[in-house]
Nanobody, 127 residues
Framework: QVQLVESGGGLVQAGGSLRLSCAASGRTFSTYTIGWFRQAPGKEREFVAGVANITWHSSYTYYADSVKGRFTISRDNAKNTVHLQMNSLKPGDTAVYYC?????????????????WGQGTQVTVSS
């Protein structure tokens, strides 16, 4: 089992940057696929970015089209941490951002395929 705690959210102006962090417990962190999701008010939770586990293709990254080129996900298995660097932020990026861990390997975008979730961190982008 793994516990996830997000941090780094806040209020930023459009065009600005934020760096989210996800700290995980557990000694097998490197074997989990990690994803970032977000949920805006009145909308469904959606996939943002993912990074593969050491079993499948260590640190392979993939993104939603809406954030490709602006967001970067990375992981540090030695520190049990995943980061989401968000640049060129837009008001449409406003949401609660969640970190999630999956026991599965590969490119995983579906919410149902993630087994553990953090509590989320609020990101607000003002125009």
């Amino acid at each position: 089992q793994v516990q996830l705690v997000e941090s780094g959210g806040g209020l930023v102006q459009a065009g600005g940057s934020l760096r989210l962090s996800c700290a995980a417990s557990g000694r097998t962190f490197s074997t989990y696929t990690i994803g970032w999701f977000r949920q805006a008010p009145g909308k469904e939770r959606e996939f943002v970015a993912g990074v593969a586990n050491i079993t499948w293709h260590s640190s392979y990254t993939y993104y939603a089209d809406s954030v490709k080129g602006r967001f970067t996900i990375s992981r540090d298995n030695a520190k049990n941490t995943v980061h989401l660097q968000m640049n060129s932020l837009k008001p449409g990026d406003t949401a609660v951002y969640y970190c999630a861990a999956s026991l599965r390997s590969g490119i995983i975008r579906r919410i149902a395929e993630y087994d553990y979730w953090g509590q989320g961190t609020q990101v607000t982008v003002s125009s």
